[in-house]
């Protein structure tokens, strides 16, 4: 199996950005002070727009609805676990720690959060087997070549969040998500407007 004609590592617009992205963001890490890596702070803020961003583009896809509408319902799962499913919109922070939220169990109504999420998860689940999902995710694959290169990146952001997530460094985790977030729209954009190759 010849597996680089399914891979294709040409440098692209998308490319471009999620590179100046991810040096932009290393840029960051030495020289934004650690509140940046806060909830609520402008480097998440940048991320749910990115997301957002995102959003709009499976949405306004024309082509494999069931895969697209999959990708929205995964990112609208992504925004919304980025406010932490409202905790971090509507309750205030410990003033101590900018970062420490009431647990859903120590709220009146903080069960249904685990509920609602459980349901939507679920739901996720039921919609890629009912709609086969799956189906139109391999044929993307087999027919159409890989954008290796925002790949990489992608992954490489994901790494970083990873690590440092690990380490307790919540500004580099961020900046990490960021680069991943920006990449992974990026790919989505070049496969909902057929900006890639097909395999031959």
């Known amino acids: 199996m010849n597996i ?3 891979l294709d590592w040409q440098f692209r617009p998308t490319t471009w950005t999620t590179l100046v992205v ?3 963001c290393l840029v960051c890490a030495f020289v934004l ?6 909830k609520n702070s402008p480097i998440e803020n940048v991320q749910m727009l990115v997301v957002a961003i995102g959003l709009f583009v499976t949405c306004t896809a024309r082509d494999r609805k069931c895969l697209y509408v999959f990708a929205s319902l995964c990112l609208f799962f992504i925004l919304a676990r980025e406010v932490n499913y409202g905790r ?3 309750i205030f922070a410990d003033p101590e720690n900018a970062n420490k939220y009431p647990k859903w169990k120590d709220l009146e109504y903080g069960w249904l959060a685990h509920v609602c999420v459980g349901i939507y998860m679920l739901w996720l689940v039921v919609y890629f087997v009912w709609r086969k999902v799956w189906k139109e995710a391999w044929e993307v694959l087999q027919t159409i070549r890989i954008p290796a290169s925002d790949v990489l990146l992608a992954v490489l952001g ?8 690990s380490l307790h460094n919540c500004l580099s ?6 680069v991943l977030y920006v990449g992974g729209v990026g790919i989505l954009y070049l496969y909902s407007r057929n900006k890639l190759k097909r395999v031959e």
């Open 4 to 6: 680089g004609k399914y």
């Open 173 to 178: 985790e961020e900046l990490g998500e960021v």
């Open 158 to 165: 994901m790494a970083v969040g990873v690590a440092f997530e």
């Open 22 to 24: 991810a040096l932009v």
């Open 33 to 38: 002070p650690d509140s940046f890596g806060n």
């Open 88 to 90: 971090t919109l509507f």
